[in-house]
T-cell receptor, first 109, second 116 residues
Framework: RKEVEQDPGPFNVPEGATVAFNCTYS??????FFWYRQDCRKEPKLLMS???SGNEDGRFTAQLNRASQYISLLIRDSKLSDSATYLC??????????FGKGTRLSVIA | DTAVSQTPKYLVTQMGNDKSIKCEQN?????MYWYKQDSKKFLKIMFS???????INETVPNRFSPKSPDKAHLNLHINSLELGDSAVYFC???????????????FGEGSWLTVV
């Protein structure tokens, strides 16, 4: 089983839609979780950390389910500018980040 | 000012050549990394340095040799390039090691290497 697994998509959604991505991880000792965003031909950038209690940043909500070992990202009211690849990232404390392959989102006008 | 800068951005070279990619960060971070993103978009760590000391060396052919002259620079030298080395190489840095919440990793814009 891969360390971090994501549905590669693509998810094609109309503007204004709500879309959710899930990510599963295999290492139960994982401690820190993140969502990164990568635009086409650009570097990955931190979108948000994922906290145990769940957290929200504007239209973005991240959730963590330790029992089932998955994290999720919910995007409400999708904008054209949300089109990108969303990378699920997991680490076990002082170990390197492990990236999923990413889920591609296309928001269509 | 670009926080993490790497050069060259694009590099096309022949098999068997030796090439280097340079990276500099002006964020005052202690830790620097090299990541490789292949054609399948899988981003995988290659090396990590903390204060000029190698702390992570993943299973990477020894044709790849990182060098950190100081904590603001981490260069990547590749000997005897092979077709399979074609990828995007991202340099990155963070204040601490690993990905503890608060230790955001900042990536450079990537170096697009094509071996022909």
């Amino acid at each position: 089983r891969k360390e971090v697994e994501q549905d590669p998509g693509p998810f094609n959604v109309p503007e204004g839609a709500t879309v959710a991505f899930n990510c599963t991880y295999s290492n139960s000792a994982s401690q820190s979780f993140f969502w990164y965003r990568q635009d086409c031909r650009k570097e990955p950038k931190l979108l948000m950390s994922v906290y145990s209690s769940g957290n929200e940043d504007g239209r973005f909500t991240a959730q963590l389910n330790r029992a089932s070992q998955y994290i999720s990202l919910l995007i409400r009211d999708s904008k054209l500018s949300d089109s990108a690849t969303y990378l699920c990232v997991v680490t076990s404390g002082n170990t390197p980040l492990v990236f999923g392959k990413g889920t591609r989102l296309s928001v269509i006008a | 000012d670009t926080a993490v800068s790497q050069t060259p951005k694009y590099l096309v070279t022949q098999m068997g050549n030796d090439k280097s990619i340079k990276c500099e960060q002006n964020l005052g971070h202690d830790t620097m990394y090299w990541y490789k993103q292949d054609s399948k978009k899988f981003l995988k760590i290659m090396f990590s340095y903390n204060n000029k000391e190698l702390i992570i060396n993943e299973t990477v052919p020894n044709r790849f040799s990182p060098k950190s002259p100081d904590k603001a620079h981490l260069n990547l030298h590749i000997n005897s390039l092979e077709l399979g080395d074609s990828a995007v190489y991202f340099c990155a840095s963070s204040q601490g090691t690993g990905g503890i919440s608060g230790n955001t990793i900042y990536f450079g814009e990537g170096s697009w290497l094509t071996v022909v």
